[in-house]
């Protein structure tokens, strides 16, 4: 069956297996050349597509044990965050670390060695995660953490589920006393002035900025920076006091069809962008919004990836060292701004240290874009790989979908003992994704 | 009020335990009955992390009707919902040739459905409460040559379930037909189902759980169902025989 990642692009012709024990996964690994492991879909790409073996570990989808005094929390690898939200922030819960959808596994989320609003004071997923079960290319099942396997673990963390299939893990969750988010938004009304937020901001646990990519000139980088922590009971309002995890749930929307590829040009972005800005400096200062709001705004609209139409989207996020990240930023923004290309959803983020194998995170600056998929914006795409390369940037596998094996070996140096450790592994050859492929990893 | 157990019969299946995740949400302790259920140890941990309600597991096989009474007096509470979810599809061209295999399909989906049903609703009418929800099928609705032998035990089932409303209608006690159509489970897979009709587990558990809160006697999960079936069932037999469906 057809099968293509969230942005929709590229659309791959792949066999699906739905195993539902560890034994027929190991049946399956045994009966093909190559496989890899497929968990919600919601990397951007082909990071999780096999032609002959995609392996969608949705039946492995249970919650294993909660210790209440630590708030570790052993679940297989199918398992969404959200599900960890649902059953565990009544009990005061939150992960330590979750992108910017709820939809992602776990195995997914350890796999692209994700990261969230809060990654300059707490690091990446690999932060909250204390070990974890991996298949190996014979079928053998190995536990792997900092101390006991720490090869496999360091390199199944942002491993792209080329060294095994994960199959379980043990992961810490945060305690929180409530369910909502005090939020403060800094209108920046350029580039400069939201970079001197976030180094101004560093003790504030989340914060991120949403981008306007068409703003030029004095208004370059023109962001909202939004800040966040954890309201505590004292922060909500007496009626909210006495149950603190219940935040409402708006309605869930639903792009219902694929929009045609024109609803989303120049103008309409730069429309929507314009109010959006306006929108977000009448409302600068603090407010309290619920956790779905503040952390998942596009998992409300259900399907949103069919706004580009059908013929996809592909994203674009890169992270450029500290010292290079103003320089480097302008040139992205101002390649982007020139070309007018429309890209929906912006965003800049500010990385503290990070130092694994092959992680996507270093300290310094990360931008992500995404734009509709015509010829146009794929030769935008490759400019803005080779300004990041320049600047001594890399790229989040997570999100690629085009990029060409030659880019990912200049931007990292990593690869090479990535793909060595691979070898090591007895994995090169079967654990395979087409993304893989097309980087020679 | 702490809210009473629901009973699952059958509770291995996908659509199964989708209706348990889906009580044990809303805050029902649920018993979980299948054979071998000992090896249901995972399900009932996950569940009772991810909902924070008592879930126990029952050792129970339709087919063995002698033991029905006592396996329901064994219960620790009496449940106040039922859902029988057990059933067996076979293969039509074995069931053609292979009595046995026919009888088996005969005695999953009609036969110990009921047996069990009979049993709980007369415990239900002797305490003047309850639900129990039979998952019958639109396969029931009208013989087909491709699947007459489960279909003609669904129809059975299906009429076993509208007799029980009738006669307990008076006595407090609520039967819920439930008609899936097609379901994306273990049963289909590999099966080639158009996506408007496949319903997910999830959506038939929805439905269920709707159904029991609102009273309502018979259900389709998607609501095409109705009009794909009241077609299917006003074809003229002498132009239906000659179809191929």
Redesign the interface.
């Known amino acids: 069956m057809k099968q293509s990642g969230w942005g929709r692009f590229p659309v791959i012709e792949a066999q699906v297996f ?1 195993p ?1 024990t560890e034994t027929e996964l190991a049946a399956l690994l045994d009966r093909h050349k190559s496989v890899i492991a497929r968990g919600n879909g919601r990397a951007y790409g082909d990071s999780a597509i096999n032609r002959t073996a995609t392996l969608q570990t949705s039946h492995f ?6 210790d209440t005094g630590t708030g570790q929390v052993v679940a297989e690898a199918g398992v969404l965050l959200g ?1 960890l939200i ?2 565990f922030l009544p009990q005061g819960w939150f992960p330590l670390v979750t992108p910017g959808t709820k939809f992602v596994t776990i195995g997914g989320a350890i796999a692209a060695d994700v990261h969230g609003k809060n990654h300059h004071k707490d690091g990446s997923f690999r932060a909250c995660v204390d070990w974890i079960d991996v298949m190996g290319p014979d079928g053998k099942v190995t536990r792997c953490s900092r101390d006991e396997n720490a090869v496999l673990f360091d390199h199944t963390l942002g491993g792209m589920g080329l060294t095994g299939i994960i199959l379980r893990a043990a992961i810490r969750l945060r305690p929180v006393e409530s369910g909502w988010i005090r939020q403060t938004t800094i209108p920046a009304p350029n580039l400069q002035a939201a970079m001197a937020a976030f180094e101004a901001e560093k003790d504030a646990t989340y914060s991120v900025a949403w981008i306007d990519c068409l703003a030029e000139g004095e208004g370059l980088g023109r962001s909202l920076v939004m800040l966040g922590e954890h309201a505590t009971r004292q922060d909500l309002a007496p009626a909210q006091r006495t149950q603190p995890f219940q935040t409402k749930r708006p309605p869930r929307r639903r792009v219902p069809i694929d929009l045609p590829a024109f609803t989303l040009n120049r103008l309409s972005v730069r429309a929507f962008n314009t109010l959006y800005y306006r929108a977000g400096e009448r409302k600068s200062g603090e407010q309290i919004v619920d956790w779905d709001r503040y952390f998942y705004p596009l998992d409300a609209i259900l399907d949103w990836n069919r706004i580009y139409g059908r013929k996809g989207f592909a994203q674009f996020q890169c992270v450029l060292p500290l010292d290079r990240a103003e320089t480097g930023l302008s040139s992205l923004l101002r390649t982007i701004a020139e070309a007018g290309s429309a890209s929906f959803l912006a965003v800049l983020k500010r990385f503290g240290p990070q130092d694994s194998p092959f992680s996507f995170p270093m300290e310094g600056y990360t931008l992500a874009l995404d734009f509709p998929v015509t010829a146009k914006t794929l030769a935008l795409l490759d400019r803005l790989d080779r300004i990041t390369l320049y600047h001594g940037g890399r790229f989040y596998l997570a999100k690629d979908s085009r990029m060409r094996a030659e880019t990912l070996r200049a931007a990292d140096p990593r690869v090479a003992s990535f793909k060595q450790a691979r070898t090591d592994l007895g994995t090169t050859r079967r654990f395979v994704s087409t993304q893989a492929e097309r980087l020679e990893l | 009020m702490s809210k009473l157990p629901v009973l699952i019969l059958g509770a291995r299946s996908d659509m199964a335990r989708a209706v348990a995740h889906k009580f044990a949400a809303l805050g029902h302790p649920i018993q979980l009955a299948a054979r071998n259920a000992e090896s249901m140890q ?2 009932r ?2 569940m009772e ?3 924070r309600v008592p879930i126990s597991l029952h050792e129970f096989d339709v087919l063995d009707t002698a033991h029905h009474g006592d396996f329901v007096a064994a219960l620790p509470d009496l449940p106040g919902i039922a859902v029988c979810a057990v059933g067996i599809m076979g293969e039509q061209a074995v069931n053609e040739k292979d009595r046995a295999a026919a009888s088996l399909v005969m005695r999953s989906n009609y036969e110990g459905p009921a047996s069990i049903l009979a049993e709980l609703a007369n415990r239900f009418d002797a305490s003047g409460r309850g639900t129990l929800v039979g998952i019958s099928s639109v396969a029931g609705e009208r013989g087909r040559a491709t699947n007459y032998v489960y279909g003609s035990a669904k129809a059975g089932f299906t009429a076993f379930l509208s007799g029980l409303r009738n006669r307990l209608a008076k006595r407090g006690v609520h039967v819920v037909t439930v008609l899936p159509g097609f379901v994306a489970t ?1 049963m289909t ?1 590999g099966m080639d189902l158009p996506a408007r009709l496949t319903a997910q587990p999830e959506e038939v558990a929805e439905a269920i759980a709707k159904a029991v809160e609102r009273g309502r006697d018979v259900v389709y999960v998607r609501p095409i169902w109705r009009l794909v079936m009241l077609i299917i069932r006003s074809i003229p037999e002498r132009i239906f025989k000659k179809l191929k469906l």
């Open positions: 739905r539902r989808d249970k919650l294993i044990a909660f599900d649902a059953a | 995972a399900d941990m996950d992390l991810r909902y273990r897979e």
